[in-house]
């Protein structure tokens, strides 16, 4: 069983960063991609970046590209989500999952393990 706990959100302004983490137990973390996914009030929950197990293979929604860096620290057992220039439609619950592969895919459905979440709210 994998357990993501995420942390870094908060409240900023626009134009604002913040960085999340989302630390993993379990030993087989180093082999699983991990992503990265939000839900906004009265939306669906979407996809905004994955990762796959050694970091060389990423992913970002068109919505955050160039804004975002997904990084991850195996050592650490940790991803991270750098976010910058943030704008307020990237308020939102964010949430860290994870699957059992080593390989990135783009589908809630394929990430069985997920966290809490944190809240991220920008104010403009």
């Known amino acids: 069983q994998v357990q993501l706990v995420e942390s870094g959100g908060g409240l900023v302004q626009a134009g604002g960063s913040l960085r999340l983490s989302c630390a993993a137990s379990?030993?087989?973390?180093?082999?699983?991609?991990m992503g990265w996914f939000r839900q906004a009030p009265g939306k669906e929950r979407e996809i905004v970046s994955t990762?796959?197990?050694?970091?060389?293979?990423?992913y970002y929604a068109s919505s955050v590209k160039g804004r975002f860096i997904i990084s991850r620290d195996n050592v650490k057992n940790t991803v991270y989500l750098q976010m910058n220039s943030l704008k307020p439609e990237d308020t939102a619950v964010y949430y860290c999952?994870?699957?059992?592969?080593?390989?990135?895919?783009?589908?809630?459905?394929?990430?069985?393990?997920w966290g809490q979440g944190t809240q991220v709210t920008v104010s403009s």
């Open positions: 990762i796959n197990w050694s970091g060389d293979n990423t």
């Open positions: 999952a994870t699957r059992p592969s080593p390989l990135n895919a783009l589908g809630q459905k394929d990430y069985p393990y």
């Open positions: 379990g030993r087989t973390f180093r082999s699983y991609a």
